[in-house]
């Protein structure tokens, strides 16, 4: 029972690669069919992110898989074979733990990774390319994952800015549902921040830019509104939270403007996170009584205190993967003796028959109950005894220890 993981992520293969080799959700299923369909490969799942293409199989010939992935994508196998892992067992086992744990991130410890293999894994099963080891790989899989999240802190803190700015927000205002949120400009931060705090489920989202159109996009998929940037100086005393990013050379909020809207909200206190550089936010404005103004640096500040806070987390999850990995190995070693087991008992079982069947003929003749019992159960225990006496008897001086050790544990024998 081979049991690999092959594949390319971010560490091993750039952007140009990894673009080359991935797969859409819509013809996963397809893809899945096909490699098992036409390849020695018994079970398989693929799962494909912007930072990793990894195929997930039970073969004895992981070379075919990768072939079978550079032909896919009609790529030669040579341009793609200096970027591709391929790992057996124990090692597959280990880095399907670690990734859905996200240890094996370009994020440290994101939880992003976890739900994209439980798609995949939902994908194969609908196309019938999972089979008990998968399956039990990926039941033991998500089990560690959850065991990781929950007893250790390795999603816990902030390691991006945007989540760094939520951190902040929620420093002021616990919960924030009840929080009116205005992003200032509709770049890729503004984007990426818009997305955070939309997680929160805060009570209302402004996007202010200097064109609709653009923040339109942006408030449609959100959920939000929108507003120009000349709106600024009536309306922003509306908001507790403000998230700036724009490319503006010179401050677009001023310390009059800031003061003006804490007098509208009698004080009430107002978040507001720059992260443009240069400042969208004027410098004076952190002295305002009302006012919590945080900068880039500050949000650095959190970012790294995050890492190294998950950092701390992922040796404690390291740890728990390891004595995972063992159980598991432990499992699959025990399934590979299963066909052996089956064809002994099956031995015995034929055994067993065979001298029924002569007592019951026995029987049928007239003869005595207790010898004819007698004489089956000593052919029984002769004839199921007879494999290890003459293994014994036939061994060497230096097998003959060895075999007695063993011939002691299997029928537990002591003295």
Same mark, same amino acid.
């Given at each position: 029972?081979?049991?690999?993981?092959?594949?390319?992520?971010?560490?091993?293969? !750039?952007?140009?690669? /990894?673009?080359?080799?991935?797969?859409?959700?819509?013809?996963?299923?397809?893809?899945?069919?096909? =490699?098992?369909? %036409?390849?020695?490969?018994?079970?398989?799942?693929?799962?494909?992110?912007?930072?990793?293409?990894?195929?997930?199989?039970?073969?004895?010939? $992981?070379?075919?898989? &990768?072939?079978?992935?550079?032909?896919?994508?009609?790529?030669?196998?040579?341009?793609?074979? !200096?970027?591709?892992?391929?790992? !057996?067992?124990?090692?597959?086992?280990?880095?399907?733990?670690?990734?859905?744990?996200?240890?094996?991130?370009?994020?440290?410890?994101?939880?992003?990774? &976890?739900?994209?293999?439980?798609? #995949?894994?939902?994908?194969?099963?609908?196309?019938?390319?999972?089979?008990?080891?998968?399956?039990?790989?990926?039941?033991?899989?998500?089990?560690?994952?959850?065991?990781?999240?929950?007893?250790?802190?390795?999603?816990?803190?902030?390691?991006?800015?945007? #989540?760094?700015?939520?951190?902040?927000?929620?420093?002021?205002?616990?919960?924030?549902?009840?929080?009116?949120?205005?992003?200032?400009?509709?770049?890729? +931060?503004? #984007?990426?921040?818009?997305?955070?705090?939309?997680?929160?489920? $805060?009570?209302?989202?402004?996007?202010?830019?200097?064109? =609709?159109?653009?923040?339109?996009?942006?408030?449609?998929?959100?959920?939000? /509104?929108?507003?120009? *940037?000349?709106?600024? !100086?009536?309306?922003?005393?509306?908001? @507790?939270?403000?998230?700036?990013?724009?490319?503006?050379?010179?401050?677009?909020?001023? =310390?009059?403007?800031?003061?003006?809207?804490?007098?509208?909200?009698?004080?009430?206190?107002?978040?507001?996170?720059?992260?443009?550089?240069?400042?969208?936010?004027?410098?004076?404005?952190? @002295?305002?009584? @009302?006012?919590?103004?945080?900068?880039?640096? @500050?949000?650095?500040?959190?970012?790294?205190?995050?890492?190294?806070?998950?950092?701390?987390?992922?040796?404690?999850?390291?740890?728990?993967?390891?004595?995972?990995?063992?159980?598991? +190995?432990?499992?699959?070693?025990?399934?590979?003796?299963?066909?052996?087991?089956?064809?002994? /008992?099956? %031995?015995?079982? /034929?055994?067993?028959?065979?001298?029924?069947?002569?007592?019951?003929?026995?029987?049928?003749?007239?003869?005595?109950?207790?010898?004819?019992?007698?004489?089956?159960?000593?052919?029984?225990?002769?004839?199921?005894?007879?494999?290890?006496?003459?293994?014994?008897?036939?061994?060497?001086?230096?097998?003959?220890?060895?075999?007695?050790?063993? *011939?002691?544990?299997?029928?537990?024998?002591?003295?």
């Amino acid at each position: 029972m081979h049991l690999f993981a092959l594949g390319v992520n971010h560490v091993t293969a !750039p952007l140009a690669i /990894r673009e080359n080799v991935a797969f859409q959700n819509e013809t996963l299923a397809e893809a899945l069919r096909d =490699l098992t369909r %036409h390849h020695e490969v018994k079970e398989a799942a693929i799962l494909s992110t912007c930072n990793r293409t990894e195929l997930y199989c039970h073969t004895d010939a $992981p070379q075919m898989a &990768l072939q079978w992935l550079a032909r896919y994508h009609h790529i030669e196998p040579q341009v793609i074979q !200096p970027y591709t892992y391929s790992l !057996p067992q124990q090692e597959a086992v280990r880095h399907a733990f670690r990734v859905a744990c996200g240890l094996d991130s370009m994020v440290l410890g994101e939880p992003q990774i &976890l739900g994209q293999m439980k798609q #995949a894994v939902k994908i194969a099963e609908h196309a019938g390319t999972l089979g008990t080891l998968l399956h039990k790989l990926f039941e033991k899989t998500f089990a560690v994952a959850k065991e990781v999240r929950t007893t250790t802190h390795i999603g816990a803190s902030s390691v991006s800015m945007a #989540a760094a700015a939520v951190r902040l927000a929620q420093r002021i205002f616990g919960e924030l549902h009840d929080q009116r949120v205005l992003f200032v400009g509709a770049g890729e +931060m503004i #984007a990426l921040c818009a997305e955070h705090f939309a997680a929160q489920h $805060p009570a209302s989202l402004t996007i202010a830019n200097r064109t =609709l159109a653009r923040g339109a996009q942006l408030a449609q998929r959100l959920g939000g /509104r929108t507003m120009l *940037l000349g709106e600024l !100086p009536e309306r922003l005393a509306e908001f @507790d939270i403000v998230v700036t990013s724009t490319a503006s050379q010179l401050p677009i909020i001023g =310390l009059g403007m800031v003061e003006r809207a804490i007098k509208a909200r009698r004080h009430r206190p107002m978040c507001m996170v720059d992260l443009a550089v240069p400042r969208d936010i004027e410098a004076e404005v952190a @002295d305002l009584d @009302d006012v919590f103004l945080y900068t880039v640096d @500050d949000l650095a500040e959190i970012v790294q205190e995050g890492i190294g806070n998950r950092r701390q987390a992922a040796e404690q999850a390291e740890a728990i993967i390891n004595v995972r990995v063992d159980h598991f +190995m432990r499992w699959l070693e025990a399934r590979e003796a299963v066909p052996t087991i089956r064809a002994l /008992r099956d %031995h015995a079982e /034929r055994l067993r028959r065979h001298e029924v069947e002569k007592a019951q003929k026995a029987l049928r003749q007239g003869e005595d109950p207790h010898a004819v019992l007698e004489a089956m159960s000593q052919a029984l225990t002769n004839k199921l005894l007879h494999g290890p006496s003459h293994a014994l008897n036939q061994s060497r001086a230096e097998e003959r220890e060895r075999l007695e050790a063993l *011939l002691r544990q299997m029928f537990q024998i002591r003295g």
